[in-house]
């Protein structure tokens, strides 16, 4: 990855890309890319869709709300996908001072940045 700008103490900063270059970079990394979403129930946000007689569903079809219209909407500018995946505890999260750890949400946010974070440099 191109670096935006450089700087040095005489000259200060050099934008070596636009800011049109900058964004076009970022919307190309995002393509064609499955983002997990994790959240939690909470109509009008994310509620469970009810299955109409017969029909099964799976899968992000299984949610409705303001929440999945906005990524449906962000998704199909950007030529992404996402994935739906509720915290098994239902909590937005608290810290636990006894064991130290947290639960809900933000449980779930600090395991995936720990698996993720070494690789968020990688091309």
Not at 45 to 65: D, V
Not at 72 to 84: A, E, M, P
Request: charged residues 25%.
């Amino acid at each position: 990855m191109m670096p935006a700008a450089t700087w040095d103490p005489t000259h200060g900063i050099n934008y070596t890309r636009t800011q049109g270059e900058v964004f076009s970079q970022i919307v190309e990394s995002l393509q064609n890319k499955t983002f997990i979403v994790t959240s939690r129930l909470g109509p009008p946000f994310l509620s469970m869709r009810e299955a109409k007689e017969g029909e099964y569903l799976e899968g992000n079809a299984r949610f409705m709300g303001y929440s999945m219209d906005l990524l449906d909407g962000i998704c199909k500018i950007l030529g992404s996908s996402y994935r739906i995946e509720l915290v098994p505890d239902g909590r937005y999260g608290s810290y636990n001072k006894v064991t130290k750890k947290w639960d809900g949400l933000v449980k779930q946010l600090l395991e995936r940045v720990s698996i993720t974070t070494p690789n968020i440099y990688n091309e």
